[in-house]
């Protein structure tokens, strides 16, 4: 069989295996996956944008990763700090010992693009329509497949419960070295004001020192509504570098309005985004950390699982993957249950500008409950222990968070 990418006008002929739209961080991993565990698998990536991945630095604490996924991500060359991490409060300073990974997207780009066959990609490729039997291009050309994949963005949904997350970030090239040896995950001693009135927050800066001299400074804050005032960020990252002596020229920026999910209605939230026979993963498919949105110990997991899936059993059919994925999406919102709870703590029962003293109270436990924390694996133990003790909110509204369905998730495109 010929392995060329479809041709303009091309209709139905010669399926492909697997379609997987959006060439983001889980399109991609779904691809690598397949290459690298189903031989012979006949997929193609398809990508809007110029580059696989976006524009974004993805990080995460290297026990989120089961040891057995691990390998997925050995390709890539990474910024790791083994030493572990840095968090401050007002009235707490600690180093955790978990070791940090981070990736940029240019090098995800790049080693996905080295790895993966040329035909098997294909970029600045807009998918107009997406069905059971393949994806039409906006340009008419048909790609017809056994399964396709939609790995495209998540979309916020009224059936949602939440707030949001809105950070940007400047990675500076300093004059000379800026001296740090360890990632500060949560630098909160900072004003917990957020700009604009955008529904007073928790705030804190993230700083990775990504060599001797460059360093990566991001402020973020919790909000309400999904507004970000780049200028007003800018200039704090901006302010925060040069009171930490970090002088020198920018030389990137991200910036992101992520959601915080408290709450709500997943089935009817994933009706809003499915198509009858067509599998749903990444983000828009709801395999997201609810409090950080964090995806990336689950796309991991969702690529090996698909692959496994596909290695085992060739014959799936394109309606079965999609069932194993919403079967999978809907494991992981109930067992995520917990963070949600946290979330409408976070949004409803902490006065604004107390919000910080829930953080502060959360990194005062043991590193390991920290650790599963992020990696969404807390135990029942670890659950309690992070309830009890001194209650960083007053109890009424503590106990109107509980039973409360989480504030409607305001779906204005973010701004
Ligand atoms: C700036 C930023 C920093 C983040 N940092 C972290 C982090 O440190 N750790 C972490 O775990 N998470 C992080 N996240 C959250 C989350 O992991 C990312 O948003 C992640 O990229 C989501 O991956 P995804 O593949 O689901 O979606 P996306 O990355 O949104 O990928 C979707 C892809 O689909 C493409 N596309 C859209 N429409 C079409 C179409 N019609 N046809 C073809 N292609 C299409 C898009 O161009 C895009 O490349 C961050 C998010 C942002 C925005």
Not at 154 to 165: D, M, N, R, T
Request: hydrophobic share 45%; proline share 7%.
């Amino acid at each position: 069989m010929v392995d060329s990418p479809p041709t303009p006008g091309a209709r139905d002929a010669d399926p492909q295996d697997v379609v997987i739209v959006g060439g983001g961080l889980a399109g991609g991993l779904i691809a690598l996956a397949l290459h690298r565990q189903v031989p012979g698998s006949r997929f193609v990536l398809i990508e809007a944008g110029r580059t696989l991945g976006g524009h974004h630095r993805w990080s995460w604490f290297e026990t989120d990763i089961r040891p057995g996924a691990r390998a997925l991500m050995a390709g890539f060359t990474l910024n790791g700090w083994d030493e572990g991490y840095d968090i401050a409060f007002p009235g707490l300073a600690r180093t955790l010992p978990t070791a940090y990974r981070s990736l940029a997207s240019a090098e995800f780009h790049r080693a996905l693009m080295d790895e993966l066959p040329a035909e098997r990609v294909m970029l600045e490729t807009k998918a107009e329509a997406l069905d059971a039997g393949g994806v039409t291009l906006a340009d008419g050309t048909r790609i017809a497949a056994r399964r396709v994949i939609d790995c495209r963005p998540f979309k916020p949904s009224e059936a949602l419960a939440g707030g949001w997350q809105v950070f940007l970030g400047q990675h500076f090239r300093c004059d000379k070295p800026h001296g740090l040896t360890r990632p500060v995950i949560m630098d909160a001693e900072v004003d917990q004001v957020a700009p604009h009135g955008n529904g007073e927050a928790y705030r804190f800066v993230y700083v990775l020192p990504l060599s001797q001299d460059e360093v990566f400074v991001e402020d973020t804050y919790y909000a309400d509504q999904p507004k970000m005032d780049a200028g007003v960020l800018k200039g704090r990252v901006a302010a925060y570098a040069k009171a930490h002596g970090w002088t020198g020229e920018v030389i990137d920026q991200e910036a992101g309005i992520l959601p915080v999910i408290s709450g709500g209605d997943f089935d009817a939230a994933l009706a809003e985004v499915s198509i009858p026979g067509v599998a749903l993963a990444g983000a828009r498919g709801g395999f997201s950390h609810p409090l950080t949105s964090y995806t990336l110990p689950f796309a991991v997991e969702n690529a090996l699982a698909i692959a496994r899936l596909l290695a085992r059993r060739p014959d799936v059919t394109g309606q079965e993957l999609a069932a194993f994925c919403r079967r999978r999406a809907k494991r992981h919102w109930r067992s995520t249950a917990y963070y949600r709870m946290l979330s409408r703590m976070l949004f409803e029962a902490a006065e604004p500008g107390k919000r910080v003293v829930v953080f502060e109270h959360f990194y005062a436990l043991r590193g390991a409950l920290v650790e599963r924390f992020y990696a969404g694996r807390s135990t029942w133990p670890d659950r309690l222990r992070i309830l009890t003790g001194k209650p960083p909110v007053a109890i009424p509204r503590a106990i109107r968070a509980l039973f409360s369905s989480g504030k409607p998730l305001n779906t204005e495109t973010p701004a």
